[in-house]
């Protein structure tokens, strides 16, 4: 979110500078989401709960750690890199 916030912060007050004077609520949000980035609590990785199974790239359903297609959307695999 810190980031993003400083992407959003920078585009609003380069478009200020411009001439846009509309767009200076756009580098305040930016500092709102900086500043609500630093007091955000960071999540946990999300893992299978059965140790044999990974999720899958794409549809995000868990399959088999050895399966190199989806089961449920088909879809190829990628390789891990551990």
């Known amino acids: 979110m810190i980031f993003s916030g400083l992407i959003v912060f920078l ?3 380069v478009l200020f500078v411009v001439g846009l004077q ?3 609520i756009l580098a305040a ?3 709102l989401m900086i500043a609500a980035g630093f007091f955000t609590e960071k999540r946990e990785e999300v893992v ?3 140790p044999g ?3 899958c790239w794409y549809c995000l359903r868990e399959i088999p750690a050895e399966a190199e297609e989806c089961t ?4 190829r695999q990628e390789q891990s890199k551990r």
Request: hydrophobic share 45%; charged share 10%; net charge neutral.
């Open 11 to 13: 585009t609003g007050l």
């Open 22 to 24: 509309a767009f200076w």
């Open 53 to 55: 199974m990974k999720f």
């Open 72 to 75: 449920y959307c088909g879809l």
């Open 29 to 31: 949000a930016g500092v």
């Open 48 to 50: 299978p709960e059965n």
